[in-house]
């Protein structure tokens, strides 16, 4: 069925960058906005931007304009979210979500990748 | 950035009861509302959208209502599965918001 498969939990060091992947299945990849949101331990959720796989266009919440840099790769339809500079801030969990651009929701969500930043 | 306000955090609620969870917008989104429901260590969920309908496979105990800045969310009879965190959200103007969350405990 219609998936989006998040790569495992990461613990990087304060300053450094990694990126966290999703990759979709059983849809056609090119079709659907995806989107990524930030939950804090405890907190809502924050949404950090999207990409249309199909253009390779994006859009960011002006707060992540510099933290957060979306990409795709058709061939392997994976969405890529890269963050850098990670402070304590940058500890949470962070999904994708596919955004049905008709009748406007977010229909499928991955589960998740726990980004903890400490030294 | 339009703010959306779920002034309940917490309630708390008995299985078979009614309850309804409201959401305010800072202004007007139209109908351009969907609700989400968090279950412990999961993804959110989509229940509700377009302010008022039911997404596919969800039971009919969930319903949403409403439009320009009050929305409102409510289970008919609250079953023990339905603990959760529930989550409005707009997406009528850029970025879409979430709502702080409303964590339904059940007695």
């Known amino acids: 069925q219609v998936q989006l498969q998040q790569s495992g939990p990461e613990l990087v060091k304060p300053g450094a960058s990694m990126r966290i992947s999703c990759k979709a299945s059983d849809y056609t990849f090119t079709s659907y906005y995806i989107h990524w949101v930030k939950q804090r331990p405890g907190q809502g959720l924050e949404w950090i931007g999207w990409?249309?796989?199909?253009?390779?266009?994006?859009k960011y919440n002006e707060k992540f304009k510099g933290k957060g840099t979306l990409t795709a790769d058709k061939s392997s339809t994976t969405a890529y979210m890269q963050l850098s500079s990670l402070t304590s801030e940058d500890s949470a969990v962070y999904f994708c979500?596919?955004?049905?651009?008709?009748?406007?929701?977010?229909?499928?969500w991955g589960a998740g990748t726990t980004v903890t930043v400490s030294s | 950035d339009i703010v959306m306000t779920q002034s309940h955090k917490f309630m708390s609620t008995s299985v078979g009861d009614r309850v309804s969870i409201t959401c305010k917008a800072s202004q007007d989104v139209s109908t351009a509302v969907a609700w989400y429901q968090q279950k412990p260590g999961q993804s959110p969920k989509l229940l509700i959208y377009?302010?008022?309908y039911r997404y596919t496979g969800v039971p009919d105990r969930f319903t949403g209502s409403g439009s320009g800045t009050d929305f409102i969310f409510t289970i008919s009879s609250v079953q023990a599965e339905d603990l959760a965190v529930y989550y409005c959200?707009?997406?009528?103007?850029?970025?879409?918001?979430f709502g702080g969350g409303t964590k339904l405990e059940i007695k």
């Open positions: 377009s302010a008022s």
């Open positions: 959200q707009q997406h009528y103007i850029s970025p879409p918001t």
């Open positions: 979500a596919r955004w049905d651009r008709y009748d406007e929701y977010f229909d499928v």
């Open positions: 990409i249309y796989p199909g253009n390779v266009s994006t």
